[in-house]
């Protein structure tokens, strides 16, 4: 379900130049729950994590609202070539 819901929170990113912008949403997703993982072995509160990333991660959304279908395809073909992706890919096999 994290994967599916993951995968879900990713199409809705767009591609730009230079660390595109659909990486720098997976690295803010990843290190964001990152650090809510940290957090919560602490046995601490997340709100203030969620807090931190909450601006970044509400400007990913719904940026491919817009997009064709092989505009869309070309987004998750760039999502597939970040580190963060596949940092989580490894963790998920």
Not at 44 to 71: F, G, R, W
Request: charged letters at 30%; hydrophobic letters at 35%; aromatic letters at 8%.
């Amino acid at each position: 379900m994290k994967k599916i819901s993951f995968l879900f929170f990713v199409s809705t990113l767009v591609l730009t130049s230079c660390q595109s912008e659909v990486c720098q949403c997976a690295d803010a997703w990843y290190n964001m729950n990152q650090e809510m993982r940290k957090t919560e072995a602490a046995g601490k509160a997340t709100e203030s994590v969620v807090k931190k990333y909450e601006q970044k991660i509400d400007a990913c959304y719904n940026l491919d609202a817009h997009m064709s279908a092989p505009e869309k395809e070309q987004m998750l073909d760039e999502l597939r070539e970040c580190d963060s992706y596949k940092k989580i890919e490894n963790a998920h096999q």
